[in-house]
């Protein structure tokens, strides 16, 4: 049984399934087809059972499942649409789709504005901003001293925190990402316009000299 069990789950998702999935993403069949080997790759990386653990997510990310990582842990939070710990084929591929070049501008802000609400509250916080960027530093391996930190700090919210509340609502988002449209450099992977069976990086490590500037 284990083994029919094991077979039954390396089949493609059922054609009307996949031409769904198409339909509701910039991804063509053949591309979803592309995806559900890569999601099949990465979900069996460790427990073969259909779904993409957080360990296997971030094992996925940084070939190494013992190295934790905020950006890891909140793709992965935003990625487990149903809440259930895992995440299954149909979210993969609808999450993914954000980061598809042919993807809406007002899409990515809105999902690089939920990446950064790390606390589901609708408002980018000062705290929440310092961890992303203090992770951002420790996976590039950089280090800046605390005062500089809270210098980008200041920096960011004078440009950002229009009503000055201490908080960066969606709209005060939008625009400084129109200010700043290098902050949405991590929201495209180029080569989703043709699905290879490669991971895509998540590794958000391109913009710390930028924003470190």
Known sequence: MGCFVSRSRRKFPAQ????TLASETAFTVSEVEALYELFRSISSSVIDDGLISKEE????????????NIFATRIFDLFDVKKKGVIDFEDFVRSLNVFHPNVSLEDKIAFSFRLYDLRNTGFIERAEVKEMLIALLYESDMKLADDVIETILNKTFLEADLNEDGKIDLEEWTNFVAKNPSLLK??????????TTSFPSFIFNSNVDEVAA
């Open 57 to 68: 997510f971030q094992l996925a990310i940084f070939k190494n499942k013992k190295k934790e």
């Open 16 to 19: 009307e399934k996949t031409v």
């Open 186 to 195: 991590i929201m495209t992977l180029p080569y989703l316009r043709d699905i």
